[in-house]
Nanobody, 122 residues
Framework: QVQLVESGGGLVQAGGSLRLSCAAS????????MGWFRQAPGKAREFVAA????????RYADSVKGRFTISRDNAKNTVYLQMNSLKPEDTAVYYC???????????????WGQGTQVTVSS
């Protein structure tokens, strides 16, 4: 089992920045690929970004490329999502996810956090 706890959400104006953190515990963190998803009101949950267990591979949704950056610190068992140039359409609950396989963490990860709310005002 992997337990995931997100933090760092909040209210920010359009054009601003936020950094989300996800602290992991349980099974060896650095053997899991990590990802971020989001779910806006009335919409399905969607993939945002993912990073391989060693950090050498990353993947982003087209809607966040060039604005969001995923990173990880295996010594701290933490993954981050730096979000810049935020837009009102980025408003959503953001979820951290983990899976042993990078290709799976981008679609159907095995482990999920509880989510953190991000609200971007116009």
């Amino acid at each position: 089992q992997v337990q995931l706890v997100e933090s760092g959400g909040g209210l920010v104006q359009a054009g601003g920045s936020l950094r989300l953190s996800c602290a992991a515990s349980g099974r060896t963190f650095n053997r899991n690929a990590m990802g971020w998803f989001r779910q806006a009101p009335g919409k399905a949950r969607e993939f945002v970004a993912a990073i391989s267990w060693g950090g050498s591979s990353t993947r982003y949704a087209d809607s966040v490329k060039g604005r969001f950056t995923i990173s990880r610190d295996n010594a701290k068992n933490t993954v981050y999502l730096q979000m810049n140039s935020l837009k009102p359409e980025d408003t959503a609950v953001y979820y951290c996810a983990a899976d042993p396989l990078f290709v799976v963490v981008t679609s159907t990860p095995s482990y999920w956090g509880q989510g953190t709310q991000v609200t971007v005002s116009s």
